[in-house]
């Protein structure tokens, strides 16, 4: 894996946390227990700060990244935060947003600069969230540019639980048998 510090802030990686040894994670960068990032995952909180809470998982190619503070943005830029529980699918995008908990961002969605996601929230594959959007608990949200398809199901919203359980459990075997193999 690369982990890189940048300008004197290194990643805080939780040891009980699983990064593949083919994912990049740099500069003033939280991810927390249970949480995993997958091979070609980019994690880079080079000109502002990522947080990343417990048991969320990122998937293989996913992009996440922070925006610098300047005469086009805040003073302070926009960090990136993700809640827990969270499953960022293969190849999304977030970009200086902030994600609530139990949230699900589908395959190759894109999610801009100052988009709020509340909690219990999908967004569905493909779908682009654009800038400054706030998006309200307890709905799919697919298009792009996003709309409100329809109410989450209980089914649904207990898949949050269980999905992030499960790649738990599957970081924990992925690690043990790259180790077996080393």
């Not at 300008?7 to 946390?17: F, T």
């Not at 990136?80 to 293969?90: E, Q």
């Not at 089914?155 to 738990?168: C, G, I, N, P, R």
Request: with cysteine; proline share 5%; aromatic share 8%.
């Amino acid at each position: 894996m690369t982990i890189e510090a940048f300008e004197g802030k290194s990643p805080d990686i939780h040891p009980q946390a699983w990064v593949s040894p083919h994912a990049y994670v740099s500069g003033d960068t939280v991810i927390g227990a249970d949480s995993s990032v997958w091979p070609m995952a980019v994690v880079r909180g080079d000109v502002n700060y990522i947080r990343i809470g417990e048991r969320t998982n990122i998937q293989d190619g996913a992009v996440l990244h922070v925006t610098h503070g300047g005469p086009f943005t805040r003073p302070d830029g926009l960090p990136l935060i993700v809640g827990n529980d969270v499953i960022i699918g293969h190849s999304a995008v977030l970009h200086a947003c902030t994600i609530g908990n139990r949230c699900l961002i589908g395959m190759g969605a894109i999610i801009l600069d100052g988009a709020i996601i509340e909690d219990d929230t999908i967004i569905a594959a493909g779908a682009l969230v654009p800038p400054s959007k706030h998006l309200t608990s307890g709905f799919l949200w697919s298009g792009r540019p996003v709309t409100q398809s329809r109410a989450l199901s209980d089914k649904e919203l207990a898949y949050f639980t269980y999905s992030a359980a499960y790649y738990v459990e599957l970081a924990k075997r992925t690690a043990a048998s790259i180790a077996s193999n080393t």
